[in-house]
């Protein structure tokens, strides 16, 4: 497990950027005024930030066991 351990680290690091620039596209538009775009950063932010609990509960439907993934360093 400390092998997916350690992706899962580098990929939540990942979803962590996706999450910010989310947030920086959606400040970004608003104050441009293309608020029409502004939603395209807030779902961008969510998805980014919900990303590890929904990846831990698509692998805990699908086998039906908690696969103990933990978010450390790589």
Not at 40 to 52: C, K, M, Q, R, T
Request: proline fraction near 3%.
């Amino acid at each position: 497990m400390t092998n997916l351990s350690a992706v899962a680290s580098v990929l939540n690091a990942i979803a962590i950027l996706l999450f910010f620039g989310g947030l920086l596209m959606a400040a970004i538009m608003c104050m441009i005024g293309r608020t029409e775009y502004l939603k395209y950063g807030l779902v961008g932010a969510g998805l980014g930030g919900l990303s590890f609990v929904i990846v831990n509960t698509f692998f805990t439907a699908g086998t039906g066991v908690d696969p103990g993934i933990e978010l450390g360093a790589p």
